[in-house]
């Protein structure tokens, strides 16, 4: 009988001592899954400001290539000041994203966010053989966070841009309204994606770039259709994807109807 009791006792202080032993793994991984959220928010955050500071550069660089120039330097300038207070919005959107804190969404004039996402962009496509076709009607609104809804079509322009280069092709940006939905979908006719990558391509640090016969300045850190899809589930929508290899690839941003108010 004593032996049976010192058996149990012996049990019982052996399953404290692991209740003990999970908790402080529990605490570890807790802190561990903290920092690396933060690496990743850190990380990302990162690779907008990268995409962000490119047109900021060209706008100074113009001012400065003429400086007998007034009205040219004036212009660069202003669009240099404008960008920089877009910047900063994006970034406390970005932030207040990844904390987990409400946004302000308001009901906006879709072409007209399309038409500043290449105004920040700062280029030409043209020069890069790219043909850019919208196709959104001037009155057709979304309801979402602007500078949020702007982000997801900027990395979407740019992986469009380095899927077809060097050797151009056609982007194509259309938008329509569905029955209780609106569909924004941007197209290229780039190099595609190939079927056994397409079930990975919104996951952190999944990239297709950087084997790829891409032409792009860097290859990609993974992380842009990741925060796309963040974005767009955080305004109850869906982000999916079709593309073939060599065929191009069609990138669909399914949002809830606007709310009825006054634009």
Known sequence: MASITQKRFSLHRRVKLQEHQNQALK???????HL???????????HEINNLLTPLKSYASLALSDLDDRALSEKALQKVVNN??????????????A??????EDNVRLLGLIEEVFTCL???FAKDGITVDIRVADDLTISGVPVQI???LINLILNARDAMLPGGGVLIIEAAEK?????????????????????NIFEMFFTTKANKRSAAENSGAGLGLAFCKMIVDDHDGTLSVESEPDRGSKFKITLPQPHSSNV
């Open 27 to 33: 605490s570890q991984l807790l802190a561990l899954q």
């Open 36 to 46: 690396a959220s933060m690496g990743t928010v850190s990380y990302m955050i990162a």
């Open 84 to 97: 920089c207070d877009r910047t900063a919005k994006i970034m406390e959107s970005m932030l207040a994203l």
């Open 99 to 104: 904390s987990g804190q409400t946004h302000q």
């Open 122 to 124: 700062c280029r030409d």
């Open 150 to 152: 702007q982000q997801v």
């Open 179 to 199: 029955v209780g939905s609106v569909e924004i979908t941007v197209a290229d006719t780039g190099a595609g994606i190939e079927p056994h990558d397409l079930e």
